[in-house]
């Protein structure tokens, strides 16, 4: 008689609660399953794997991609071959990798550029691995695309990303709509020439992360916005770190608030937004009940030849900061627009929580409106090279949420003489921290 067994046992349980093995004695011979063996092949595949890419020696029939040796060829391939493992890491060597459609993304299996041919170094910038979408379209699209499944931790990390072209819609570079867990950090995002460009588009109610990305958007024949944050429900997102540049749209911004409502956390970005024509610029324009918490930024506005500059924008009622502290605004035509219409017009009313926040004392104050000395904003360098004080050393001490800043040079907490603005720690405002 055949002997039963059956198979219970910790991860594996739920999926093969139930499995008959059967055991078979055939003389002195026995053919049985090793349910050691059964149980580790199991719990390794529900595991993280990596998948290795590389454009240039890879190939997507004949190599599995999973050791360094046997890539992948693209990036699409290598994140399919990971999807349904949670915790996986697909690594992209050096290298363009030209696409027509949109890469998607899959839920837990996290991106990462940089890596050396033989994947045995990383550094972003020494091995520049460039995404460059050709589409010339007259839809809209996304170049790289967070569908609303990913609900773990998935990381974007480390590509040159040159978006795509939509003569007739919106073209976004990196979208995340209705994801949850999503982390940008450190690529270069640009695109230009497009009908509405959207650098990063983040939709739904999910948590983002968004840190150490130089955004670069421009020519948009209407709206050309850096970032823009739409969607129902309630919006977790926390922006640090990053350059965002908005330039030459008919309608250009650098952050767009579009949720229900939120506390967004702006923190230590660097903004340059203007045109050269266009009805307006808004570095940050908020609608709905949304209340950002806006500390440590630079500010700075192109000079046009015509339309508004405005720093902050409200567009309801509600749409009031919950903080607006130790931020540099230079080159405006308006400050802060109010959606009462009482407008501050100088640095002192902004720092007059009546005028701005309507959150009492201390959650609008230490603002500055200075040159905030870049070493050239025009070629795109915003390094701080000759700032005043109340700029290199007048931002908050924000060390209980990040460190560093864009490069990873370590905050200073030690504030300079001379720093004169209220709640300055010795923090560099910006994306980058001064360094004599």
Request: charged share 20%.
């Amino acid at each position: 008689m055949p002997s039963i067994i059956k198979l219970r046992r910790g991860i594996i349980g739920a999926a093969l609660a139930g499995l008959v093995l059967t055991f078979f004695s055939c003389g002195d011979s026995e053919f049985y399953l090793d349910l050691e063996r059964l149980v580790e092949e199991y719990e390794a595949a529900q595991k993280g794997i990596i998948v290795y890419v590389n454009g240039a020696t890879g190939d997507d029939v004949q190599n599995s991609g999973l050791e360094p040796d046997n890539p992948l060829a693209t990036i699409q391939a290598g994140i399919n071959a990971a999807e349904g493992r949670t915790g996986s890491e697909v690594r992209v060597a050096e290298g363009t990798y030209s696409i027509n459609e949109t890469i998607t993304m899959a839920n837990g299996v996290s991106l990462y550029g940089g890596y050396s041919s033989d994947f045995s170094s990383r550094d972003a910038d020494s091995h520049t691995v460039t995404i460059d979408d050709g589409r010339s379209e007259t839809t809209g699209f996304s170049t790289i695309a967070f569908p609303s499944e990913v609900s773990t931790v998935t990381v974007f990390d480390g590509f040159s990303v040159q978006g795509g072209v939509s003569s007739g819609d919106i073209a976004e570079v990196v979208s995340c709509n209705g994801s949850d867990g999503v982390v940008i950090r450190n690529n270069d995002i640009s695109a230009g020439g497009s009908y509405d460009i959207f650098g990063v588009y983040v939709g739904g109610n999910g948590s983002t992360l968004i840190e150490k990305n130089t955004i670069e958007v421009t020519n948009g024949d209407s709206n050309c916005r850096g970032m823009y944050v739409n969607g129902s429900g309630s919006i977790s997102i926390t922006v640090r770190n990053n350059v965002i540049s908005a330039t030459d749209g008919n309608f250009t911004t650098g952050i767009a608030f579009w949720p229900d409502s939120g506390t967004p956390v702006i923190h230590n970005n660097t903004f340059y937004v203007g045109q050269d024509n266009g009805n307006y610029s808004d570095c940050i324009r908020i609608s709905d009940n949304t209340n950002p918490r806006i500390e440590n930024n630079i500010f700075y506005m192109t000079a046009g030849v015509s339309g508004v500059r405005r720093i902050i924008r409200e567009e309801e009622v509600d749409s009031d900061p919950a903080i607006v502290r130790n931020n540099c605004f230079y080159n405006y035509t308006i400050i802060y627009a109010d959606y009462d219409g009482t407008n501050p017009i100088t640095i002192n009313d902004v720092n007059d929580p009546t005028m701005t926040t309507q959150n009492g004392a201390g959650t609008s104050e230490g603002n500055v409106d200075h040159d905030p000395g870049f070493t050239n904003p025009f070629a795109a360098d915003f390094h701080l090279d000759h700032p005043p004080v109340n700029v290199s050393g007048g931002g908050r001490d924000l060390s209980s949420y990040f460190t560093a800043d864009l490069e990873g040079t370590v905050r200073t907490t030690e504030t300079p003489s001379g720093a004169t603005n209220t709640g300055a720690s010795g923090w560099s405002m910006g994306a980058y921290e001064y360094v004599p």
